[in-house]
């Protein structure tokens, strides 16, 4: 990203409130390595949509080592950086999200990423042969957070004591699941110290798929809502996962029935450090059909949503701003 002209930051929104930043301290933890993991998983599904993950078996030099290599890439000159876009949905973006007027401080890498084999997105600075460091790096991590997925997805079903074990994890694993990997920079913002003020770096939104795993550096900017609608900052921890109960998972009684909550979120960005985050997204094939799993049911209780395949759902998301509820057009 180029050095920062005003009117760059005329299109962004601005925002203003002084309390912003309190650290939240009480995001749930969910430790793997303990018995009850599963119902800890669970309840925090419950209670907040929104979730850390330690002791989680990736180990944090893979992360290291892809940080580094996002951190190479978006310090390339910005041509540079541009043949590699723009998004359409994939590819190299800066500052705009989606297709339909969503801004931000914010430049990135999204990636499709399918299975068996697993691969992704090619792009234009991925093809060159300085790019191999980088290439087994995403390849890597990439097949490392799969794996911490499918354990998440089988221990929410052990703690929902659903059958199939894999009743989630099927949904998102299999060959023609409709996987996203994103790499974010939020540069640092100087300007905002003699504002007073923070500026959007993601805009609020649910995410869109079943699961999300996200890593970031130490630096802060992620915020997440609580129920009654106040925004906290998440302490950022470079060697745990945060998880995000998504949309249709969760409180839209699509999968779970509305027994989880998916969770608001944004980013901000920093005046004084530049955060990098990378999030795996997880959802099912375009053929798949979203339904209440018959398991999580009341006797007699209907679904609010028309049944509706994954592949429906995604073409009216991208027709969608970031903050829009994009299961509306589904209810009965
Ligand atoms: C405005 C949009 C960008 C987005 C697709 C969408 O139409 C609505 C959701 C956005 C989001 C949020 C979570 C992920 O970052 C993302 C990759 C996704 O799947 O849905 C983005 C999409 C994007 O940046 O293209
Ligand atoms: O960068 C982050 O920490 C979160 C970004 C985000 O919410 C997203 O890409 O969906
Ligand atoms: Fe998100």
New binding site residues.
């Given amino acids: 990203m180029v050095v920062l002209a005003d009117e760059a930051l005329d299109q962004i929104p601005l925002i203003r409130s002084p309390k912003l930043g309190a650290n939240f301290s009480d995001i749930p933890v969910v430790d793997l390595s303990m018995p009850g993991s599963a119902e800890a998983l669970v309840g925090a599904c419950e209670e907040v949509g929104f979730f850390k993950v330690v002791n989680h078996g990736v180990p944090v030099e893979l992360a290291e080592r892809l940080e580094a290599e996002a951190i190479k890439f978006f310090a390339l000159p910005q041509l540079d950086k541009e043949k590699s876009g723009p998004?359409n949905?994939f590819g190299y973006?800066n500052k705009t999200?989606?297709?339909?007027g969503?801004v931000g401080w914010v430049e990135?890498l999204?990636f499709a990423i399918t299975s068996a084999p697993l691969s992704y997105t090619s792009m234009s600075f991925l093809e060159e042969p300085s790019a191999r460091s980088f290439r087994s790096a995403l390849k890597e991590y990439l097949q490392a957070v799969r794996n911490l997925a499918s354990d998440l997805l089988r221990l929410m079903a052990e703690g929902l004591k659903i059958e199939p074990i894999d009743a989630f994890s099927r949904l998102v694993m299999g060959e023609q699941s409709d996987g996203?990997f994103?790499l974010n920079h939020y540069p640092k913002c100087p300007i905002l110290e003699k504002l007073n003020c923070s500026l959007t770096g993601?805009g609020e939104?649910t995410?869109?798929?079943i699961i999300?795993v996200l890593r970031s550096n130490s630096s802060t900017g992620l915020q997440i809502s609580l129920k009654d609608g106040t925004w906290v900052a998440v302490p950022p921890d470079q060697e745990s996962f945060f998880i995000n109960i998504v949309y249709v998972m969760a409180g839209t009684q699509v999968l779970t029935n509305g027994r989880f909550r998916s969770v608001r979120h944004r980013v901000l960005a920093n005046g004084l450090k530049s955060r990098v985050s990378m999030?795996y997204?997880f959802g099912p094939p375009p053929a798949e059909r979203i339904a209440p799993l018959p398991q999580l049911m009341g006797e007699g209780e209907q679904s609010k949503y028309r049944e509706f395949t994954w592949g429906e759902y995604k073409k009216a998301?991208?027709?969608?701003?970031?903050s829009?509820d994009?299961l509306g057009q589904f209810e009965k």
């Fill in positions: 998004p949905p973006g999200i989606g297709l339909n969503d990135y999204l996203i994103r993601f939104h995410d869109p798929q999300s999030i997204f998301s991208y027709k969608s701003r970031l829009d994009r």
